[in-house]
């Protein structure tokens, strides 16, 4: 039985790292979700130890005369070229012979969700920041310095503005809000001073107070005007990393694809048409419906000049 080629993409950020192999007949072979593996936040210790173990298991899971031909990584954290080299050049020591390929984690998320490798990533999570790649293959990136001093209109921002809310309604500075009781109903609370010593505890995380951002939306939903208020606020924001972006950099498109992703754009998530309408002159706007790793895989495919198999379409739309 002659060998049968397989593609591996990788998507590796600071929560998680999720690898997906596809055969070139496109068969799904493994789909494995580990540990976060972003250099910045690990090191490049911890992320090699991270990687070294998911590539045993990536072998483990491979059929007889299979073999990964191409590989192709979107990691957070290797943001300069030469971070990009050196792990491209540790990982093509694990994988002799195979094409290596190596970007941030920016690259893969445009792919998964445009189709294209020329445009702009808007992510909005618990943080929120803007990556820009064109034709000639120049990065740029806005925003994303942290919830200190910046993640405008992010999860956290949502957050932390939420529990302002309902504290400064309790004070009578700010109007009544729904918040107040969907917050205070989640943590079993009595009154909004018992937040104080909740948010202030050392193991309350930013993850926390992004959280009750969920609140936010169904709250919005119900017509609260606070809520509105804040998910417009962080519209504006999040559109102005991508009016930022598109006067720094150059594209060839007279409309740029631009592709949503991160907890905030959730399905049905109101911030998706505030962003949309906030952009519309410029901008393509979709949201991704396909994990980042499913963008990995295709660039792992296209690096390697390979024609898709039978059922490749078929699998990738598959994979969520």
Known sequence: MSARKAFLGVDGGGTKTRAVVVSETGEKIADIVTEGSNVNHFGWERAQTVLGDLFEQIRASLPANTWISSLFFGLAGVDRPEERRKMSEWISTQWPGAAVGVENDTLPALVSGSGE??????????????????????????????????????????????????????DGRGPQTLLTGKILAYYQLQDP????????SNDFSREQIAAVTWFVFEA?????????????????????????????????????????????????????????????????????????????????????????????????????
Not at 131 to 160: A, K, M, P, T
Not at 220 to 241: P, Y
Not at 256 to 279: D, K, N, Q, Y
């Open 193 to 200: 001073t018992a937040l104080i010593p909740l948010v202030y």
């Open 117 to 170: 490798t020329e445009g702009i990533v808007l992510i909005g999570g618990t943080g929120s920041i803007a990556f820009g790649i064109n034709d000639r293959g120049e990065q740029c990136r806005v925003g994303g310095w942290g919830y200190l001093i910046g993640d405008e209109g992010s999860g956290y921002d949502i957050g932390r503005d939420a529990y302002s809310a309902v504290l400064r309604s309790f």
């Open 220 to 320: 919005a939903r119900e017509g609260d005007e606070v809520s509105l208020t804040l998910l417009s606020r962080a519209a504006d924001e999040l559109a102005e990393l991508v009016r930022t972006m598109l006067t720094r950099m150059s594209f060839v498109k007279a409309r740029v694809p631009v592709v949503l992703t991160g907890g905030l754009f959730h399905a049905g998530s109101p911030l998706i048409g505030m962003v949309e309408g906030r952009l519309s002159g410029r901008a393509d706007v979709v949201r991704s419906e396909k994990p980042p790793a499913v963008g990995a895989v295709i660039l792992a495919h296209k690096q390697a000049g390979a024609a898709p198999g039978d059922h490749w379409e078929q699998t990738l739309s598959e994979i969520k």
